[in-house]
């Protein structure tokens, strides 16, 4: 069993940036890819972008491509997101996400564990 905890959320005004954590435990968390996705309210919950098991490859949605890196520091069990040249539509409840998968992994249902979410709200 995989515990999430997902941090770095806030208030941030267009164009500024966040760093969000998500702190893993309870599993050997190089043996999982990651990903992160966020859900606005009234919307389906969408990839954002993923990073597998060793940190060499990285997928993003287009939304966001060019504006945030997913990286990961497996000594620290720890999966970051970068988000920089915020946009009001990236408002949302973001949540990282392990995969047994150990390759890229896009789809929402191959993700086994889910963090409880942080909300990143951009004002315009």
């Known amino acids: 069993q995989v515990h999430l905890v997902e941090s770095g959320g806030g208030l941030v005004q267009a164009g500024g940036s966040l760093r969000l954590s998500c702190a893993a435990s309870g599993g050997i968390f190089n043996s999982y890819s990651m990903g992160w996705f966020r859900q606005a309210p009234g919307k389906e919950r969408e990839f954002v972008a993923a990073?597998?098991?060793?940190?060499?490859?990285?997928w993003y949605a287009d939304s966001v491509k060019g504006r945030f890196t997913i990286s990961r520091d497996n000594a620290k069990n720890t999966v970051f997101l970068q988000m920089n040249s915020l946009k009001p539509e990236d408002t949302a409840v973001y949540y990282c996400a392990a995969s047994s998968m150990r390759g890229i992994v896009v789809l929402t249902a191959l993700y086994n564990y889910w963090g409880q979410g942080t909300q990143v709200t951009v004002s315009s």
């Open positions: 990073i597998n098991w060793s940190g060499g490859a990285t």
